[in-house]
């Protein structure tokens, strides 16, 4: 029999469906490699369990020739962002360790409803605050790439790095992601996956742990592009717990997939062209085009001016909508608690807040603080949220001469962990090409492309139209069917 | 703008988040690096700009009247609610003694 774990979402749910293998052996085959890659350090827990009783139940079903389920049979990985009952949820913090959820997130229920079931949860940078995977309580995440010659330990990006390193080292098939400012599509371009933010809306945010409200969006992270329409469609979908959330019908996107582009046109951004790209990530963009004109696209030159100041107003409306979102942390209701001898209610609240949440999550703490303060809210906030609508005004009237755009994901490839530490400011900007998208709630995805002098992957980032997954899906699927990625990094876990 | 000492102080106490001597003087080159770098934003061109509010048009549901219509965030869950409780005490949450 073939290595299960070579595997990815459709042809391991195919595989079940008609009876070549047992979900039983596939959830057995990638229990094993996960047991294995301990020094990836992707998985905060593992829950072989799960994943063994909900291919149990799927074999079950098929023995009685009952439906599947969109997902059957296939195990995967669960960023450790989603409550998941029973079964603890950290968001990567001291202060949520120990937290062992009474309820199931809505996106990971509709995983296991579509027959789906849990390797284990996924390591991430703290709160999903990060670009390298390097804030965890838990420890660095290691990439499985590395670069040629060297065995120094890549960052897996961030902060969906756990589930970006375990889907390229192939320990599970896919993995969920959540993408506030980038935390889907840089990992899944740093480990030569793909990876996609849907539409601000589709999926539900209950149950996920809240990082900045207005941006946060899941989604999934797998080797293609098939496999991440599939699993979209059992993530997505209406649900009145949260309140955003948008009340349409799900595509049939993997039934929709068509990587025909005639008559389709694709813009490119001429502000993405900054100084500091990397001349190799510039060489793939044109390759891109390349690839879609041959698609049968149409290649057209767009602007979007207000591109240079989209990061800045980011670092100031995520970090609000943080500093407010984890003022629930306090030691009183769930987590940490940490009470000095003699000490009151307020010390108590500092106390546990000081012992439980790292340097990255305190600084955007502050930061959001002082943002919101009396006096400042003005200058910073509002000022930011009105920059806001002017990036987003910008896509729309992009969107006015093509249906899609094609950038760069990221302004580098993977770089070696502790590389960017010193300066925060170094680190935000690897989200420079990601965070205009989030601002605007639109769908992106991040699709392979080549892979660099070092033979560490680079990403191409597609960014549609709101509620237009499928131009997004199908452009990405142009891209694959003409990059043929098969790059693989070399075992050394 | 930019911060010192005091200011790094007061925020964190805002914040709820006890910092020492060392540690408020480390944060206050890393926030006045980040405010150094949003300053820009003040370049931009907003009159006439309304903040954004929504990033995908969407209409504001009301659910209907019903009493605990959704058993997951129903009413009637004191165990559940409590489970993970550092310090629970007779169906409550315990906290230290706050009125002397």
């Known amino acids: ?493 | 703008m930019s911060v010192d000492k005091a200011t790094v102080a007061k925020i964190a106490s805002l914040a709820r988040i006890k910092m020492g001597d060392e540690e408020l003087e480390r944060m206050v080159p890393e926030l006045n690096n980040i405010l150094e770098w949003v300053e820009q934003l003040g370049e931009v061109d907003v009159s006439g700009v309304e903040p954004m509010t929504a990033v995908i048009e969407n209409h504001l549901r009301l659910r209907d009247d019903v009493v605990d219509a959704d058993p997951k965030t129903a009413g009637g869950r004191r165990e559940d609610v409590l489970a993970n409780a550092p310090a629970a005490e007779h169906g409550f949450f315990g906290v230290p003694k706050v009125i002397e």
């Not at chain 1, 019908?249 to 025909?260: F, Q």
């Not at chain 1, 530490?421 to 991040?446: C, E, I």
Request: charge should be negative; glycine fraction near 10%; proline fraction near 5%.
């Open chain 1, 1 to 493: 029999m073939t290595d299960l774990t070579n595997l990815g979402v459709k042809d391991i749910r195919d595989g079940v469906d008609s009876g070549e293998f047992t979900a039983r052996e596939v959830a057995e085959a990638f229990n094993a490699a996960v047991a294995e890659a301990a020094s990836l350090n992707a998985f905060i827990v593992t829950t072989p369990d799960h994943a063994l009783a909900a291919a149990d139940a799927v074999d079950a079903k098929r023995a009685k020739g009952d439906d599947l389920g969109k997902m059957g049979g296939v195990p995967i990985g669960m960023k450790d962002l989603f409550a998941t009952k029973g079964v603890q949820t950290t968001a990567a913090s001291h202060i949520l360790e120990g937290f062992n959820p009474q309820y199931e997130s809505t996106v990971s229920q509709n995983l296991w409803d579509a027959g789906a079931g849990m390797l284990g949860k996924l390591n991430l940078d703290q709160f999903a605050m990060g670009s390298s995977n390097e804030t965890s309580y838990f420890g660095n995440v290691n990439s499985p790439w590395r670069k040629a010659g060297s065995n120094a330990a890549m960052s897996p990006g961030g902060s969906s790095g756990g589930s970006s390193s375990a889907v390229a080292a192939r320990i599970a098939p896919a993995a969920t992601g959540t993408d506030t400012g980038g935390s889907i599509r840089q990992p899944a371009a740093f480990t030569g996956i793909c990876g996609i933010k849907p539409t601000y809306g589709r999926c539900s945010r209950w149950g996920v742990v809240a990082f900045a409200s207005s941006l946060d969006q899941a989604g999934p992270m797998a080797h293609t592009v098939e496999d991440c329409a599939i699993m979209l469609e059992a993530m997505a979908g209406f649900d009145p717990k949260d309140a955003t959330s948008l009340k349409m019908d799900v595509p049939a996107w993997e039934a929709g997939l068509s990587a025909d582009l005639k008559g389709k046109r694709i813009g490119i951004p001429k502000e993405y062209r900054m100084d500091g790209t990397d001349e190799e990530i510039l060489k793939s963009w044109e390759q891109g085009k390349e690839w879609l004109r041959d698609a049968g696209a149409e290649i057209v030159d767009v602007s979007l001016p207000h591109t240079k100041y989209a990061l800045p107003a980011y670092y100031i409306v995520a970090p609000a909508e943080a500093s407010s979102n984890l003022a629930r942390y306090d030691g009183v209701r769930y987590g940490l608690r940490d009470l000095p001898d003699g000490a009151g209610l307020q010390d108590m609240y500092a106390a546990t807040r000081a012992e439980g949440f790292g340097d990255e999550v305190k600084r955007r703490i502050l930061i959001g603080t002082y943002v919101l303060s009396a006096g400042f809210y003005d200058a910073y906030y509002n000022q930011a949220q009105k920059v806001r609508t002017l990036v987003s005004r910008d896509f729309a009237e992009a969107f006015a001469q093509c249906d899609a755009i094609l950038a760069p994901t990221t302004p580098t490839a993977s770089f070696p962990l502790g590389s960017l530490n010193d300066d925060p400011l170094t680190m935000y900007l690897n989200d420079v090409f990601a965070v205009p998208a989030s601002l605007a709630g639109l769908p992106a995805m991040s699709v392979p492309a080549t892979v660099n002098a070092d033979g560490l992957p680079l990403g191409l980032q597609i960014v549609g139209k709101p509620f237009d997954e499928q131009g997004v899906l199908n452009a990405g699927l142009a891209i694959q069917q003409r990059a043929r990625f098969d790059a693989k990094p070399e075992k050394w876990w």
